[in-house]
């Protein structure tokens, strides 16, 4: 059974240097005007992304959201054809 990526968007609060952003290899990193930081991409599994949480408490930054991304809707989805 192979498992399907499902993109996540993590806010943290502050700005997260450039060292640090090694520490999540495939997010894109965007930091805010109001100061805060948001990590968007892929994540394998529910073990990966703890993990992803795991290492934004190691840094020892205050989580402010982690929101699960749903894909637009393909053209399939609408016609109901596979």
Known sequence: MSSIEV???IRIQGIL??????????MSIHSLPEG???LAGPVVDQAALH????RIRDLGVPLISVQRIEPPPTSSDMTGEP
């Open 7 to 9: 993109v996540y968007e």
């Open 51 to 54: 993990s992803l949480l795991s």
């Open 17 to 26: 240097d450039a060292q640090r952003a090694d520490w999540f290899p495939g």
């Open 36 to 38: 805060d930081t948001v």
